[in-house]
């Protein structure tokens, strides 16, 4: 099957952020703190499977948030739909 015998994608994407900080030190930055089977799938997978572009993938700095220890800090996802996604 190719995409366009295809009336509609779904896609499933665990979203990933900062983990909280620890009693002894920093979060961590940029992961998946309760599905902690999954992978960051390339961005290039991701644009070859299906019909979209990831305009920015990054980490949003200073998100964490302060304290005694800092939180890990979030991701930025700017993804540019290019077909109809359910």
Do not use: C, W
């Not at 019909?51 to 939180?71: D, T, V």
């Amino acid at each position: 099957m190719t995409l366009d015998e295809i009336s509609h994608l779904f896609i499933m994407r665990p979203i990933a952020g900062g983990m909280g900080a620890r009693p002894d030190k920093d979060g961590i930055s940029g992961i998946h703190t309760h599905m902690t089977n999954t992978k960051n799938t390339p961005i290039e997978a991701l644009e070859f499977a299906f019909p979209l572009r990831l305009k920015q993938y990054a980490i949003r700095r200073g998100s964490g948030g302060p304290g005694k220890f800092n939180g890990g800090d979030g991701l930025i996802r700017d993804v540019e739909f290019l077909g109809l996604l359910a």
